[in-house]
Nanobody, 115 residues
Framework: QLQVAESGGGLVQPGGSLRLSCAAS????????ISWFRQAPGRQRELVAT???????KYADSVKGRFTVSRDNGKDTVYLQMNAMKPEDTAVYYC?????????WGQGTQVTVSS
């Protein structure tokens, strides 16, 4: 079965850091553009960060300078490093892998920023 899965969510204090991971089974992530989305309660899902297959990165204004996307092709894993976290970063975070018409979503991992 082809799928991606997120891990690494949890509870963190404001100003703290977390690193999310996106791993795949049945597909090779380095062939895909990878995006991280998040959805807070009562809000629409929003794009947080994107890493194109060639490595080009884009970030939402709300996370620029704080979040970083990276790949480890040896581990076939994509990461979202989140620093200087804020309560408004609280959401379920999703990994999306896309190549042409192929589009895979993970089930999400909860991130809560609270003291």
């Amino acid at each position: 079965q082809l799928q991606v899965a997120e891990s690494g969510g949890g509870l963190v204090q404001p100003g703290g850091s977390l690193r999310l991971s996106c791993a795949a089974s049945g597909l090779t992530l380095d062939r895909f553009g990878i995006s991280w989305f998040r959805q807070a309660p009562g809000r629409q899902r929003e794009l947080v960060a994107t890493m194109a297959r060639g490595g080009n990165q884009k970030y939402a204004d709300s996370v620029k300078g704080r979040f970083t996307v990276s790949r480890d092709n040896g581990k076939d894993t994509v990461y979202l490093q989140m620093n200087a976290m804020k309560p408004e970063d609280t959401a379920v975070y999703y990994c999306n892998a896309q190549m042409s018409t192929l589009n895979y979503w993970g089930q999400g991992t909860q991130v809560t920023v609270s003291s």
